[in-house]
């Protein structure tokens, strides 16, 4: 081979050097705008992530500031007030089963049972074993009339919480409205044998003993009550009808006139100043 031949060689073999090192360099770059605008994507979608995770949780924490300003109106008694500010936690936190909860007290307050039951309901299925949800709609369906489903959610209730003396109390009350005495007297038993002091357990129970005729044990429960919570009306007036029929006079009208000082219910003070009335006729 000539020596001219070698050398033309030389440079073809240099220029496809050059064309690999071309090619090399592109596709490096290639690669590399490639995975540049892959990091960018990724990096964009984790801040996107990030900013709503970031605003999820801002709305929670205002959920939770205005759920907690919605419970001091509950507190004040400011019922319609507090209603529309949990309408507005739902609607910020629809997953949470506690605002349902706290709307359903209030419309219980405003005497609107059918949403309450509505909203116990959601509260329920959410949180099936919370019992406060099931005695809320208890107390809401007694309210309705539907006493039969109201001891059914009690008795839910009781089944999560066996150690909640109010629980039989109410439901104590509920078998005796029904008529179903012994069952009443069961509840109300354990629910003084629970917690001795609670006023509606021995209200209750005292308003089942004077039903069945167990006079001397109604006043003791009534009494009981009275010492317990001394500003509390309804004992006075269950008292002082059941002395006055045993001819019990002036214990009876002290009662009675204790219970009309308290009372703001129209229709049971009316009561209470007639049977005073007839006391002083004899």
Known sequence: MSLHSRTLGQVNHRRRDRRALWWGVLGGGVVFVVVLLIGFWVTARQQEAARRVAEEQLQVQQAQVLQAAALDQLDAGHAETAAKMLTQVITMTPAESEPYYYRAVAYTMLERYEEAVADFDVAVQANPHWALPLAGRAQAHAALGDLDAAIEDYSKAINLEPGEAALYANRGQLYHQRGKLQQAADDL????????????????????????GKYEEAIADFGHAIEVAPENAPPYLNRGLILAELGEVEAARADLQKFISLSDNAEWTQLAIQTLAELDEK
């Open 189 to 212: 038993n354990m629910a003084v044998q629970l917690a001795p002091d609670l006023v509606a357990a021995r209200f209750n129970r005292g308003v089942l003993l004077y039903a069945l």
